[in-house]
């Protein structure tokens, strides 16, 4: 998928020369092309478990109608109403730790988009904000040498609302005091 930009001459040639001064990125989807194999990363923790494939598909089902929804949330509806376990708690623990497992070769397998680099190259305030766990996503970033292009690398548990909410506040002060200057 990815941006439909290729270049800085691009850019431009789409919106101008306008000084980009903020651009807020998510990860999935338009950093990495990861939104499938995420998914699939799900199916291959709970097989690990030794869920039924049916369960596996209306688990995919559940998960791919609201990706958005942390991953515990959804894994303990699953395991409350469609693949029901006496230890709820501890189904849950040992799902998010196969899928964190699985995202860590996700992740590994995959290049950043060019597009979504370049973006932030040109950007004087580039930041991350995902539905991924922050900690993750810090690793992530790290591991592929990309975490310095951007201001800020920033995930759950906090609410990406709240935190582009901040960026916004924090950025606009920062690019004032820096036209003022």
């Known amino acids: 998928m990815g941006l439909p930009l290729n270049s800085?001459?691009?850019?431009?040639?789409?919106?101008?020369n306008i000084p980009v001064d903020l651009v807020i990125l998510d990860c999935d989807g338009v950093i990495f092309d990861s939104n499938s194999l995420k998914t699939q990363a799900y199916a291959t923790c709970l097989r690990h478990m030794n869920v039924p494939e049916e369960k596996i598909a209306e688990y995919v089902a559940l998960h791919t109608r609201d990706a958005s929804v942390a991953r515990e949330i959804k894994f303990g509806y699953f395991f409350k109403n469609i693949y029901p376990v006496e230890d709820v708690e501890r189904a849950i623990q040992e799902a998010v730790k196969g899928y964190v497992k699985e995202c860590d070769l996700?992740?590994?397998?995959?290049?950043?988009?060019?597009?979504?680099?370049?973006?932030?190259?040109?950007?004087?305030?580039a930041h991350v904000v995902s539905g991924t766990a922050e900690a993750e996503l810090q690793i992530v970033f790290q591991n592929h040498k990309i975490d310095q292009l951007f201001r800020s690398i920033r995930g759950t548990p906090t609410k990406k609302q709240t935190h582009i909410t901040d960026i916004i506040s924090v950025s606009v002060k920062i690019i004032c005091c820096e036209m003022c200057v």
């Open 106 to 125: 996700v992740y590994d397998s995959l290049e950043p988009l060019p597009e979504a680099l370049e973006l932030a190259r040109i950007c004087s305030h």
């Open 8 to 16: 800085r001459m691009e850019f431009q040639a789409v919106y101008g």
